[in-house]
């Protein structure tokens, strides 16, 4: 058994590890592996028929997509650690977590306890086996111990699933992979098992419409909307006009080039998100939904507000440290910044 890769902060190490794994597969199978289960995924996958079928299935698919989920999670976890700073997850059950890409993604985001405190028990659910043993093996190399202790067990994730109570749960890149029926009962046993839950899809027109049926069964449930909502009302987009989503700039290793054709050495990853805690979280007074425009002395910003409503505000050079925050500002973040004063 390796090491585990302790001089490292988890994105790193896990860049580091998926390299190493891709390392021993031909480069041709790889990329046909990653083509065959990239065209999979974006069909219909019954949830009785596993398209990752083998290690070469886990480890081309892991090096291609693990990277930009575990940024696509890292983002939404960090909105939703800064409307609740003062909460760290007692434990955390990841539904249908793969090789573990939001569980590395919490790790970033919570470390383990300086004080020696033993670490929050973490659990990944999943019902491929192969996609298990690849998350065991990453995460025995991992530089937390969280993720070094995990517990990666098999479950159908449909209807049936029994979650115990924990703190966290994620259910990240799933729900598009279930029946209708099935994303509501994963979403309700969630609710029924966690203190907060947070939910990503993909950022298109369909993954975000998943994201807003999750976020009102969460509501319905008691819950409030941390992030990246500013408020727990219905969403102000009309149904069919746009979708909220947002960017997580993912570094592209050899195999994504190779596969894509593609000669640049990073891509962005879009995502939709909920996150909602049992608790009143602090949530964002407006949170920035496209990406800022920035003009001759002024910075024009779309915002969904803790009124309801979507705005745009232009900030402009007279406004001094408020205008140097917008030009900082990036698509995703709450606004105002919660460090810097106001105009």
Request: hydrophobic share 45%; net charge neutral.
């Amino acid at each position: 058994m390796h090491a585990p890769l302790s001089p490292q902060a988890p994105a790193e190490a896990l860049r580091a590890t998926l390299a190493e794994l891709v390392d021993g597969l031909p480069p041709r199978q790889a990329a046909q592996a990653t083509a065959r289960l990239i065209a999979n995924y974006r069909g219909a996958t019954p949830t009785d028929a596993p398209v990752l079928r083998d290690r070469s299935d886990v480890v081309a698919y892991a090096a291609y997509r693990m990277p930009a989920t575990f940024e696509a999670d890292r983002a939404a976890l960090g909105a939703l650690a800064d409307a609740v700073p003062q909460w760290t997850p007692p434990g955390h059950t990841d539904i249908g977590g793969g090789t573990g890409a939001a569980v590395w993604a919490a790790a970033d985001i919570w470390p383990d306890p300086a004080d020696g405190a033993a670490p929050r028990p973490v659990t990944v659910l999943d019902w491929a086996e192969p996609a298990l043993a690849l998350g065991r093996e990453l995460a025995a190399r991992a530089p937390s111990a969280a993720l070094r202790d995990a517990r990666w067990r098999r479950a159908r994730i449909d209807a049936a699933l029994d979650v115990p109570p924990t703190g966290l749960v994620t259910v990240s890149y799933v729900l598009g992979e279930l029946t209708p029926a099935d994303r509501a009962a994963v979403v309700d046993a969630a609710a029924g098992a966690a203190e907060v839950v947070a939910v990503v899809e993909p950022g298109t027109p369909d993954g975000y419409r998943r994201i807003i049926e999750a976020r009102d069964r969460l509501v319905a449930a008691g819950f409030h909307i941390a992030a990246p909502c500013p408020h727990s009302a219905a969403c102000p987009i009309e149904e069919g006009t746009d979708w909220c989503h947002f960017a997580a700039r993912v570094s592209r290793s050899s195999l994504h080039r190779q596969v894509k054709g593609a000669s640049l050495a990073w891509e962005d990853e879009k995502f939709s998100y909920v996150a909602a805690t049992r608790f009143r979280p602090g949530p964002a007074t407006a949170r920035v939904v496209r990406r800022p425009q920035t003009r001759k002395g002024q910075v024009l910003l779309d915002l969904c507000r803790d009124t309801e409503e979507l705005s745009r505000e232009t900030v402009t050079k007279r406004q001094g440290p408020l205008y140097r925050a917008a030009r900082d500002t990036a698509w995703g973040d709450p606004w105002p910044p919660r460090e810097d004063p106001a105009p």
